[in-house]
C-alpha cells in the first residue's frame, strides 16, 4: 500500500461515536499531516463516498460509502450476527462488560459489545481502537498470532495511558511470553486506570490470532472467585466465537486451555 494511500486510510480513524464529526484543522493536528494534504486526501475519498462533509458547519464525517462497505462485509462475512449473543451470554455469566475485537490496521477494533447491567460498570465505544501493548485483548491477539505483528507493535512507539502501562519493549516481550503460556492475557490498569481486563484469543481459518474477546470489570470488583469465573467463562466464549467466525484453534492451544480447565 503506498504511504498516500495509507495516510488517507488513517484519517478515518480519528472518527468515532464521541466525535463523529471533525473540522479539518482538528483532523490535520491529529494526524501529523500538513493540512493541505489532508484536505486533499479528505477530498478524494469523498468523491468515493467514504467521507462527507456537512455544508453548514463545514465538518467531516464518515461517509455511505462505509456503511456499503460495512454490509457488503457483513453478508459475505456475517460478525455481528454470530457475536453478539455470545457476548450477552457471556455477560450475563460474569455480570460485566464484555467486548469482541478483530485486528484492524496497527491496532484492534471494537466489533462487537454487550454492557453490564450494574450501575457501576466499565463502558466501551462502539469502534473503539484499542491499542495492542495496554489492553488484555491486545496481548491475548500478540501472544497467538503471526510473529511479524509483534515485531511492528514492538517497533512502533508505545503510549503511556496509565502509570501502569508497560511501555519497555523487553518487558512487554516478556508479558507476551507469559500469555503464550498461559492461554489468555490479563491487564491491570494498564489501559485505562481502575479497570481490570481478562482476554482470550480469537483465532483464523489458519489457526493465528485475529483478534480477542475480553472481560472488562472494574478493578475494585475483581476478587478471586470473579477471576476464575470470568476466565472460565472468555476461554469458552472465544471457542465459540472462533468456530462461529470459521476459525480454528491450534491442537497445542485446544491442550493448554484444556488443563486450565480441569485446574478451575
Known amino acids: 500500500?503506498?504511504?498516500?494511500?495509507?495516510?488517507?486510510?488513517?484519517?478515518?480513524?480519528?472518527?468515532?461515536?464521541?466525535?463523529?464529526?471533525?473540522?479539518?484543522?482538528?483532523?490535520?493536528?491529529?494526524?501529523?499531516?500538513?493540512?493541505?494534504?489532508?484536505?486533499?486526501?479528505?477530498?478524494?475519498?469523498?468523491?468515493?463516498?467514504?467521507?462527507?462533509?456537512?455544508?453548514?458547519?463545514?465538518?467531516?464525517?464518515?461517509?455511505?460509502?462505509?456503511?456499503r462497505l460495512a454490509r457488503v462485509r457483513e453478508t459475505a462475512f456475517p460478525i455481528a450476527s454470530v457475536v453478539q449473543p455470545i457476548l450477552e451470554t457471556l455477560s450475563a455469566q460474569t455480570g460485566e462488560t464484555v467486548h469482541a475485537s478483530l485486528i484492524s490496521g496497527r491496532a484492534l477494533a471494537n466489533i462487537a459489545t454487550c454492557e453490564s447491567r450494574k450501575s457501576n460498570r466499565v463502558s466501551l465505544v462502539a469502534g473503539e481502537v484499542l491499542p495492542f501493548h495496554s489492553t488484555a485483548s491486545g496481548?491475548?491477539?500478540?501472544?497467538?498470532?503471526?510473529?511479524?505483528?509483534?515485531?511492528?507493535v514492538l517497533a512502533a512507539p508505545r503510549a503511556s495511558l496509565t502509570p501502569f502501562t508497560v511501555t519497555d519493549a523487553e518487558t512487554l516481550r516478556a508479558r507476551v511470553d507469559a500469555v503464550?503460556?498461559?492461554?489468555?492475557?490479563?491487564?491491570d490498569q494498564t489501559n485505562e486506570e481502575e479497570v481490570h481486563g481478562l482476554a482470550a484469543p480469537l483465532f483464523d481459518r489458519t489457526g493465528k490470532a485475529c483478534g480477542g474477546v475480553s472481560v472488562s470489570t472494574p478493578s475494585h470488583r475483581m476478587s478471586d472467585a470473579?477471576?476464575?469465573?470470568?476466565?472460565?467463562?472468555?476461554?469458552?466464549?472465544?471457542?465459540?466465537?472462533?468456530?462461529?467466525?470459521?476459525?480454528?484453534?491450534?491442537?497445542?492451544?485446544?491442550?493448554l486451555i484444556a488443563t486450565l480447565v480441569l485446574e478451575g
Open 1 to 67: 500500500m503506498s504511504s498516500t494511500v495509507a495516510k488517507a486510510l488513517m484519517l478515518l480513524e480519528h472518527f468515532s461515536e464521541e466525535e463523529p464529526e471533525l473540522g479539518l484543522s482538528e483532523i490535520a493536528r491529529r494526524s501529523g499531516v500538513d493540512k493541505a494534504a489532508v484536505h486533499r486526501m479528505l477530498g478524494a475519498m469523498a468523491e468515493s463516498g467514504l467521507v462527507e462533509q456537512q455544508a453548514d458547519s463545514r465538518l467531516y464525517r464518515l461517509g455511505a460509502g462505509v456503511l
Open 226 to 255: 470473579q477471576r476464575a469465573l470470568s476466565i472460565r467463562a472468555v476461554l469458552a466464549a472465544a471457542g465459540e466465537i472462533t468456530n462461529g467466525l470459521g476459525g480454528r484453534r491450534p491442537r497445542s492451544y485446544e491442550d
Open 180 to 187: 503464550r503460556a498461559q492461554g489468555y492475557a490479563e491487564s
Open 139 to 152: 496481548l491475548a491477539t500478540l501472544a497467538f498470532a503471526d510473529e511479524s505483528l509483534l515485531d511492528r
